[in-house]
């Protein structure tokens, strides 16, 4: 009879070997998933993707452009 194959991890938190039978999988523990999850709480985790909507950019740019200084030194905000 074939074994059953068990798939094994390191902890992205403390780099130890976990097994996906580990119920905390794939952290070796519940003081691991925790630590990830208040990085991702506080902003240590991005995911960052290109910006495709046209609107988007437009609104980016827009902003952009009020924040910018205005050639007198002043920010157009200000005017």
Request: charged share 30%; glycine share 4%; proline share 8%.
């Amino acid at each position: 009879m074939p074994r059953k194959k068990t798939r094994s991890l390191r902890c992205p938190i403390c780099r130890t070997l976990v097994t996906s039978a580990n119920q905390d999988f794939p952290f070796c523990s519940d003081r691991c998933r925790t630590i990830d999850l208040g990085k991702w709480a506080s902003g240590k985790y991005v995911i960052s993707t290109a910006i495709n909507d046209p609107e988007e950019l437009e609104n980016i740019a827009e902003e952009q452009s009020r924040r910018r200084p205005a050639p007198d030194g002043h920010s157009s905000e200000e005017q």
